[in-house]
């Protein structure tokens, strides 16, 4: 008999977006994404189409739009691919960096969020160098003074998704001071190169590659934000990560866990399972809810992170452990959401939640 109990829904219900067709059209076409590793056209084009690209810019400048809304959207979006609301959340955090130096008063930021609600531009973000990656070595993006009011750009930018895509980067770089600025750099400025794509492990389709910087000049326009001491920290910037990217997580894990119900209408000794992994998913998804509510008892994001982490991975390989030998050739979902779970492991993933997994997997009790 099959599992008789409905799984539990995301508990923003009322968010009119996006509809099951949608997410079943995500679902039919990641396969072949991630097969190809090439740009996903046919996955973008259905977030285009389906209004996805524009949620943050329209939430930007909806006064008091509800955060849960967007979580609760780039959930749905990660049931149906993972590699779409990769691409699609890193779109969106440039969109919102871009939204919040449009309210600091840049005309530049303006110009191209509406090129981007218009459907002419695209954009994505490069900020790991201000963030987790080498933040403690040389600075991998370096920023000096031109003298005309400008700046001139050396060095790499680690981590860019759908570079190889994008009309205008948001980036950043360090002075020789310390300070860091935020800017929108036109992927067609002298001395931007876009290098091959990373041979990930999974999400290949994401195009996620380095950007090589050779003595980039920018104008004082486009700059978005600083110089300060720590740029993505200031008072209307955009932050980083955090609950968007457990809200995925628990989309991917949904996923999996929908589909051992289905599994368990050809076998009976599921039953138990499920309804562990669903009590788990509800409520983590309920104090994910509360934490972006603002409650005053919410669990950290912090927290949450590092449950969402533990549920993916545990609700991945629990179906792929179901569907055996099966779930592991290359055409089933099985073993490619398994190893796109992988991903949260290091993908903007805070020391202290990265630190607990480590002491989880290798049996070391925390105190």
């Not at 977006?17 to 056209?41: H, K, M």
């Not at 998704?161 to 929108?184: K, M, N, S, W, Y």
Request: hydrophobic residues 45%; glycine residues 10%; contains cysteine.
């Amino acid at each position: 008999m099959p599992y008789a109990s409905p799984l539990p829904d995301w508990p923003f219900g009322a968010d009119p977006a996006p509809e099951n067709s949608v997410i079943q059209a995500l679902a039919e076409r990641d396969g072949a994404a991630d097969e190809s590793g090439a740009w996903p056209e046919d996955l973008w084009r259905i977030l285009v189409d389906s209004g996805a690209s524009r949620w943050t810019a329209s939430a930007a400048q909806t006064p008091g739009f509800d955060r849960s809304a967007i979580l609760s959207r780039y959930g749905r979006v990660a049931e149906g691919s993972m590699t779409a609301a990769f691409i699609l959340t890193q779109h969106d955090s440039a969109v919102r960096h871009l939204a919040g130096a449009v309210g600091r008063g840049s005309a530049t930021a303006r110009k191209w969020l509406d090129a981007i609600i218009a459907g002419e531009a695209f954009t994505t973000v490069g900020i790991s160098q201000l963030t987790t990656s080498r933040r403690h070595g040389q600075a991998a993006v370096t920023a000096r003074e031109s003298g005309d009011g400008g700046l001139i750009l050396d060095g790499v930018v680690p981590w860019v998704t759908a570079a190889p895509r994008a009309d205008v980067f948001v980036t950043g770089g360090v002075l020789p001071d310390g300070r860091q600025v935020l800017i929108a750099l036109p992927a067609d400025r002298p001395g931007v190169s876009v290098e091959p794509p990373f041979p990930i492990a999974a999400l290949q389709a994401s195009c996620t590659c380095e950007i090589r910087l050779s003595s980039v000049s920018v104008s004082g326009s486009d700059l978005l934000a600083g110089p300060s001491e720590n740029v993505l920290a200031a008072p209307g910037s955009a932050g980083t990560g955090g609950l968007e990217t457990s809200a995925l997580a628990l989309g991917q894990a949904r996923a999996a866990i929908r589909a051992m119900v289905e599994e368990s209408s050809r076998r009976d000794d599921l039953d138990d399972s499920i309804a562990s992994l669903a009590a788990l998913w509800e409520s983590l998804a309920l104090d994910l809810f509360a934490s972006a509510s603002g409650h005053d008892d919410a669990p950290t994001p912090g927290a949450i992170r590092g449950r969402a982490n533990a549920l993916v991975l545990r609700a991945t390989q629990a179906h792929l452990a179901a569907r055996k030998g099966t779930g592991f050739l290359r055409e089933e979902p099985a073993q490619r959401w398994a190893r796109q779970a992988l991903f949260f492991l290091v993908w903007s993933c805070p020391a202290p939640v990265a630190q607990a997994a480590i002491r989880d997997l290798a049996g070391v009790c925390s105190l």
